[in-house]
Nanobody
Framework: QVQLVESGGGLVQAGGSQRLSCSAS????????MGWYRQAPGKQRELVAS???????NYADSVKGRFAISRDNANSTVVLQMNSLKPEDTFVYYC?????????????????WGQGTQVTVSS
């Protein structure tokens, strides 16, 4: 199993910056892609950014050019640097790790989640 612990978040003014960090522990050798998702109350969780073990990144269109994701494989951490924040970036942000592993005889991709951290951007 994999455990994820997030840090960062809080209240920031529009135009400001925030840095979210996530540390993985447990069977980290199983982790392929890590990323960040966000969710508003009553809405589906949506991808913000992801990064593969090899460093390939993917961003939601709404954050391209403003957010940057990075990863330290040695320390099993992933960081989301958020710049030029807007009020519409106000969400709970969740760290995510995707593994490839066997559960019994079945090999599959599994998602692990952090506890979530609130980011609030005031106008």
């Amino acid at each position: 199993q994999v455990q994820l612990v997030e840090s960062g978040g809080g209240l920031v003014q529009a135009g400001g910056s925030q840095r979210l960090s996530c540390s993985a522990s447990g069977k980290i050798f199983l982790i392929n892609t890590m990323g960040w998702y966000r969710q508003a109350p009553g809405k589906q969780r949506e991808l913000v950014a992801s990064i593969t073990r090899g460093g390939r990144t993917n961003y939601a269109d709404s954050v391209k050019g403003r957010f940057a994701i990075s990863r330290d494989n040695a320390n099993s951490t992933v960081v989301l640097q958020m710049n030029s924040l807007k009020p519409e970036d106000t969400f709970v942000y969740y760290c995510n790790a995707q593994t490839g592993e066997y559960r019994g005889a079945i090999y599959g991709t599994y998602f692990y989640w952090g506890q979530g951290t609130q980011v609030t951007v005031s106008s």
